[in-house]
């Protein structure tokens, strides 16, 4: 349970959350460029240079180690904070809003990783990549979005934008369940303590970032030597930062921790964090790439359930609860335009990567295969998901009644 158990009628003003995809629509055409540098730089005379690059050593860890446990962390944060402030004061804060992205994403996840399992049932070796499949990139999402400007209604993109936050909950509790090594129960301990005194300045109503992240960075470094992915202390971070007014400003909750955090931190994650992670993990050199890579049982589960699996879980899933009248469909938006949004989905990009790393940290020629997977199933969503919305006629809303004179 969330350390915040307040109710709260005031909502985020739509501008706000305007300018939220926006900056995610801006993020995710960097991290495109991104990752379109780390393939040049992987299959240029700088090869050696960008890979040996990785490796380097930076006191305990790796320059990729760093980034990928450290500054991810931080992602993490960002995304906990998002969550958090969604479910508590945003599009999820009720469970009509829930409905729709909510079994959406539940679909999405799901027929992914049956897709995924299907084509890898008889391979042990590269069954553990299961959940590859199964997430969503926001930032990639909103940015082919952005490309088609007034043509997508905003309601999409609002209901794309809580699919993905849904979506990244469930990639945390699959990395955090399914993704941990051997456990220190010493270190375990020490980062649940850190965790409770964390809750306990919440209760007590501290209202200071500063506290809060000096204990994080103190969480990080505990659940880091547990077993635990250490990304998964940025999220319980988050969990604990409080969503209430600061005295004086009773009626903003704007004011909150919770929303100076996640502000500061929203252009520094979407400009520079995700952007170092696409090039530090997006590298694939093309040199030694077969035929036969392309069509391994790892690539293509990976590649279908990201193209395959994303549409038929989400669209299917929206579909039927849309039917079963549980929810409604998205203001001016048709089942074209929903077609075109489930096939966005398959653009799983950085989560995808993340995962694909975890499950496959030391079996570089695996990762090789797990990246073309990506690479493929996320272009082609990406292209064919653009493809429709661009053709799907436009939605007119219905004229709302005239009062009665």
Not at 36 to 44: D, R
Not at 206 to 213: A, F, S
Not at 393 to 404: H, N
Request: neutral net charge; charged residues 10%.
């Amino acid at each position: 349970m969330m350390p915040d158990g307040i109710a709260t009628a005031s909502r985020r003003p739509l501008s706000l959350l305007r300018h939220f995809l926006d900056n995610e629509a801006s993020g995710g055409l960097v991290l495109m460029a991104a990752a379109a540098l780390a393939l040049v730089l992987a299959n240029s005379p700088a090869a050696p240079l960008y890979f040996e690059a990785l490796h380097i050593y930076l006191g305990p860890l790796s320059l990729q180690h760093w980034i990928n446990d450290a500054l991810m962390a931080v992602f993490f944060l960002f995304v906990g904070l998002e969550i958090k402030r969604e479910f508590l004061d945003g599009q999820l804060a009720t469970w009509s809003r829930r409905a729709l992205p909510g079994i959406a994403a539940a679909g999405g996840m799901a027929v992914p990783a049956l897709i995924y399992v299907a084509f890898n049932w008889h391979h042990p070796e590269t069954l553990r990549g299961w959940a590859i499949p199964s997430a969503t990139d926001i930032a990639f999402a909103l940015g082919v979005l952005s490309l088609l400007g007034d043509r997508v209604p905003s309601s999409l993109k609002v209901f794309l934008a809580a699919l993905a936050i849904i979506d990244d909950l469930g990639a945390v509790l699959i990395i955090a369940l399914f993704y941990t090594g051997d456990l220190s129960l010493l270190d375990l301990g020490l980062a649940a303590a850190v965790l409770a005194a964390l809750v306990l300045l919440n209760r007590a109503g501290v209202l200071r970032l500063l506290p809060y992240l000096v204990l994080g960075a103190v969480l990080w470094v505990f659940v880091f030597r547990s077993g635990i992915h250490a990304t998964i202390a940025g999220v319980a971070l988050a969990l604990t930062i409080p969503l209430r007014a600061e005295p004086g400003r009773p009626d903003s909750l704007h004011a909150s921790p919770l929303h100076r955090l996640e502000h500061a931190l929203q252009r520094p994650v979407a400009f520079l964090i995700v952007p170092i992670f696409g090039l530090a993990n997006a590298g694939l050199s093309f040199a030694g790439l077969s035929l036969a890579a392309l069509t391994d049982h790892l690539t293509l589960g990976v590649a279908l359930g990201l193209l395959v699996g994303k549409l038929v879980g989400v669209f299917g899933s929206a579909a039927i609860v849309i039917r079963l009248r549980l929810a409604d469909m998205p203001m001016g938006a048709g089942w074209m335009q929903m077609l075109g949004t489930a096939l966005l989905c398959g653009i799983g990009f950085t989560m995808s990567l993340f995962i694909g790393m975890l499950a496959f940290a030391d079996d570089p020629v695996l990762q090789d295969e797990v990246k073309v997977g990506i690479l493929l199933g996320s272009l082609l969503s990406g292209l064919a998901g653009w493809l429709v919305l661009r053709v799907a006629p436009r939605e007119i809303p219905a004229p709302a009644p005239r009062p009665a004179e």
